[in-house]
């Protein structure tokens, strides 16, 4: 890995000394700068979690990507720089099944730093920009909202994010260690499955410092604070234009 390559791609120019101050300033710049998409997909071009090829298409294309392409690819930085990691497997939440979906349904990093132990995602979209300490007491305040980190059916931990007083839970995970290899099945699964919500429609969304830009079909919507604008894109055309202005992507 080019590592200054890397972060030249994210705007990042402060320390690489690994301490929790620049594992969260590297995740806020991640996510402020590598969209989350699934253009790939709507594209018949297969994803697959092969570290060389998505070095590729996100650092020197410039693209982005899902969870197994966008936290495989910075868990990899951070080892290169000296942090402790693991991959863990995830099941998200699905509010239509009122359920969680299957083993491998996502994939996060856990990073140890001194003697605590913090959740880190740059791939699940609407996420935390800092890391999330394994702490099961507390509420976790972020500049993306609150966290809790509770336990759930006694092997699993549940993160959810806070409204008002009621909780959106949006995964369980484990701290099993796991393989790039263990993520494959579930990897195809979202690029050819009509049961995954990625192959129903592209889209591609990135955070603003105070809201989310986001392309679902055809439909662009900004968020700024409290207010939105929505547009629709009348001709593919207009797609592209808008990737190239908004994304930074060039397809």
């Given at each position: 890995m080019n590592v200054p390559a890397y972060?030249?791609?994210?705007?990042?120019?402060?320390?690489?000394?690994?301490?929790?101050?620049?594992?969260?300033?590297?995740?806020?710049?991640?996510?402020?700068?590598?969209?989350?998409?699934?253009?790939?997909?709507?594209?018949?071009?297969?994803?697959?979690?092969?570290?060389?090829a998505i070095y590729r298409k996100v650092v020197e294309r410039r693209r982005g990507g899902f969870c197994y392409e966008l936290n495989s690819l910075f868990r990899q930085l951070l080892e290169t720089i000296g942090y402790d990691t693991i991959l863990v497997s995830a099941k998200v939440y699905s509010f239509d099944r009122g359920s969680f979906g299957p083993e491998f349904d996502h994939m996060a990093i856990i990073v140890?730093?001194?003697?605590?132990?913090?959740?880190?995602?740059?791939?699940?979209?609407?996420?935390?920009?800092?890391?999330?300490?394994?702490?099961?007491?507390?509420d976790q305040e972020d500049e993306r909202g609150v966290y809790r980190m509770r336990t759930h059916e006694f092997e699993y931990l549940l993160i959810s994010r806070m409204d008002g007083y009621s909780e959106k839970p949006l995964y369980v995970f484990t701290i099993i260690p796991r393989r790039l290899k263990e993520f494959e099945g579930m990897c195809k699964y979202h690029q050819t499955s009509p049961g995954s919500s990625f192959t129903r429609k592209r889209m591609?969304?990135?955070?603003?410092?105070?809201?989310?830009?986001?392309?679902?079909?055809?439909?662009?919507?900004?968020?700024?604070?409290?207010?939105?604008?929505?547009?629709?894109?009348?001709?593919?055309?207009?797609?592209?234009?808008?990737?190239?202005r908004e994304f930074g992507v060039e397809i």
């Open positions: 972060l030249r791609r994210i705007g990042y120019q402060g320390s690489l000394v690994p301490t929790l101050e620049t594992l969260a300033a590297l995740q806020r710049a991640h996510l402020l700068a590598v969209p989350f998409e699934n253009l790939d997909i709507h594209m018949n071009i297969p994803i697959y979690i092969d570290p060389d140890e730093v001194g003697k605590e132990i913090y959740l880190v995602d740059v791939g699940f979209g609407e996420f935390a920009f800092s890391p999330l300490v394994l702490d099961f007491q507390i591609i969304s990135l955070p603003t410092l105070n809201g989310r830009k986001t392309l679902s079909g055809n439909r662009f919507k900004i968020t700024h604070g409290k207010g939105e604008i929505e547009v629709d894109m009348e001709t593919e055309e207009d797609v592209k234009g808008l990737l190239k």
